[in-house]
């Protein structure tokens, strides 16, 4: 994964269910092929659910993070792991080599910052809304004075997303909203990828 600050450089970052459904295939298949996304995020320790859906992700040129152990990422082929506490990322970064290194900071600058000087590869703060002023000011900052790319953590959807990516975000973190839609995940995806068009 790679970033930009600029709106027109800000991608969709997928975030799985946990639990995986069975028919998980399905849903992400039509995703994928709707329209670009970056990344999709996986939350499993099982080895057969990260072997169902790494073909596919694969398929479409799409990174797949997984959020769990760095080693069960490297092992199973994952593009990269997420980690939730800023203290893992350095022993997180020499499990992994040249994989991904993502990690969540919540919405503490500090602790962004000691993730990348610890060798994250990218930072993710949130839930974020773009109802909270200073969630768009964290992402503004971060833009402002960081090259390491920001995952915003979509709390909500589309006009979230679209404020979110006017303040600098390089990718955009979203999950039920794409799953849950009623119209389907490829029509959720096209929405999302139009209210980030609607940023620029």
Same mark, same amino acid.
């Given at each position: 994964?790679?970033?930009?600050?600029?709106?027109?450089?800000?991608?969709?970052y997928?975030?799985?269910?946990?639990?995986?459904p069975?028919?998980f295939?399905?849903?992400?298949?039509?995703?994928?092929? $709707? $329209?670009?996304? +970056?990344?999709?995020? *996986?939350t @499993?320790?099982? !080895?057969?659910?990260?072997a169902?859906?790494l073909? #596919?992700?694969r398929?479409h040129?799409? =990174?797949? #993070?997984?959020?769990?152990p760095?080693?069960?990422?490297a &092992? @199973?082929?994952?593009?990269?792991?997420?980690?939730?506490?800023p203290?893992?990322?350095?022993? +997180? /970064?020499r499990?992994?080599?040249? *994989?991904?290194?993502?990690?969540?900071? $919540?919405?503490s600058?500090?602790?962004?910052? /000691?993730a990348?000087? =610890?060798?994250?590869d990218?930072?993710?703060?949130?839930?974020? @809304?773009a109802?909270?002023?200073?969630? @768009?000011?964290?992402?503004? %900052? %971060?833009?402002?004075?960081?090259?390491?790319? =920001?995952?915003?953590?979509?709390?909500?959807?589309?006009?979230?997303?679209?404020? *979110?990516? /006017? =303040?600098g +975000?390089?990718?955009?973190?979203?999950g039920?909203a794409? %799953?849950n839609?009623? !119209?389907?995940?490829?029509?959720?995806?096209?929405? *999302?990828? &139009?209210? #980030?068009?609607? $940023? #620029?």
């Amino acid at each position: 994964m790679t970033g930009s600050t600029a709106v027109s450089g800000c991608r969709l970052y997928l975030v799985a269910p946990d639990p995986v459904p069975d028919d998980f295939g399905t849903s992400l298949r039509a995703a994928l092929a $709707a $329209a670009d996304i +970056a990344a999709l995020r *996986l939350t @499993t320790t099982d !080895r057969a659910v990260v072997a169902r859906v790494l073909p #596919i992700t694969r398929a479409h040129g799409v =990174a797949l #993070i997984l959020n769990g152990p760095p080693a069960l990422a490297a &092992a @199973t082929g994952c593009d990269g792991a997420h980690v939730h506490d800023p203290g893992d990322a350095a022993a +997180a /970064r020499r499990v992994l080599g040249e *994989l991904q290194l993502g990690v969540f900071c $919540a919405n503490s600058r500090d602790a962004a910052m /000691r993730a990348g000087e =610890a060798g994250a590869d990218y930072v993710s703060f949130g839930p974020l @809304t773009a109802d909270a002023d200073g969630d @768009t000011e964290l992402i503004s %900052w %971060w833009a402002d004075i960081m090259e390491l790319p =920001a995952v915003a953590e979509c709390a909500e959807g589309g006009l979230d997303c679209a404020a *979110l990516a /006017r =303040a600098g +975000a390089d990718f955009l973190a979203v999950g039920d909203a794409v %799953w849950n839609d009623p !119209r389907g995940p490829d029509a959720a995806v096209r929405a *999302l990828h &139009a209210a #980030i068009a609607s $940023a #620029i």
